[in-house]
């Protein structure tokens, strides 16, 4: 799916122009677009074109917010009942900000330039960074860019680092930075054993796990909902003898919290490692809801 804030059409023009005037928390109506545009030094056919572009744009908006369940606020303005004022929800005055982002991020990408961004990691104060993306993953329905940060000492000894869309706060295009381009196949390498959003680089080597299903539908979801492509059936589900998988993974916290997710539907029976680490998690788990 195109992104409506990508590209230099009047389409999207007017996407980035709603956004800007509906984040600074006023309602808006199409006339305020008429500084922008400047209608009286524009030919007839532009300022058309312009027109039903900026109604093209809000329903396109209108749309992206439908999609998280968000709606744009309209009421009628108080000076001419013709018009029609909007604004973002009343709670959320920036609604579409990861939207906002990735398009950035895939202009830069596209324009083979490095970014200036500001960034949130977890439980830290944010952070300023050079950054150099070169690959875009979407792990459990959480969007993340791929890339190396200009400053080698921030990359920490890793090849890549993992960023969430969610967690920069603002991006720019730099000018005068070279970019470094990655090799999308080389990260889809890295990423074919993991499961999560990055690779576990202390541990790299990927493990055959066995699942032991107890219920016929854990099995069959298992199947036809799988947790990871390398997935395969060992022995079909029977009842009173249960059923077994297997999957080629490296070792992550994702994959144990996956596995924690099924519950008493499926059970580790190797590696041992790491069906006494799921054991002791649901000992502590347990402790918890001790009286």
């Not at 606020?73 to 900000?97: G, M, Q």
């Not at 875009?136 to 400053?151: A, T």
């Amino acid at each position: 799916m195109t992104n409506i804030f990508q590209g230099e059409s009047k389409e999207a023009q007017c996407v980035r122009e709603w956004d800007r005037l509906l984040r600074e928390g006023n309602w808006v109506d199409t006339d305020d677009f008429a500084n922008i545009f400047d209608y009286k030094n524009i030919s007839g056919k532009d300022e058309f074109a312009y027109r039903k572009a900026i109604k093209k744009a809000k329903n396109n908006i209108r749309k992206a917010l439908a999609e998280r369940g968000l709606y744009l606020r309209e009421c009628k303005s108080s000076e001419d009942n013709r018009k029609v004022l909007t604004a973002y929800p009343e709670n959320n005055k920036d609604p579409l900000h990861d939207v906002r982002i990735m398009a950035i991020v895939e202009d830069a990408m596209n324009y083979s330039r490095a970014l200036r961004l500001t960034y949130a990691p977890s439980y830290h104060n944010s952070e300023e960074h050079i950054f150099h993306p070169q690959y875009l993953r979407i792990y459990n329905g959480r969007q993340y860019v791929y890339g190396v940060y200009e400053n080698e000492n921030e990359n920490k000894g890793l090849p890549f680092v993992a960023l969430p869309i969610d967690r920069i706060l603002s991006a720019t295009k730099t000018k005068d930075v070279l970019y470094r381009r990655g090799d999308p196949e080389d990260y889809e390498r890295q990423m074919r054993d993991v499961m999560g959003a990055s690779p576990n680089f202390r541990y790299p080597n990927a493990v055959d796990v066995v699942l032991r299903t107890h219920d016929l539908r854990t099995h069959m979801l298992l199947i036809t909902k799988p947790l990871h492509h390398s997935i395969r059936e060992l022995k079909p589900y029977i009842p009173e003898q249960n059923g077994e998988l297997v999957i080629h993974v490296q070792s992550s916290k994702e994959l144990v919290n996956w596995i924690l997710h099924y519950g008493t539907g499926v059970e580790i029976v190797s590696p041992i490692e790491l069906r006494e680490h799921i054991a002791r998690v649901i000992h502590i788990m347990n402790d918890y809801y001790k009286e």
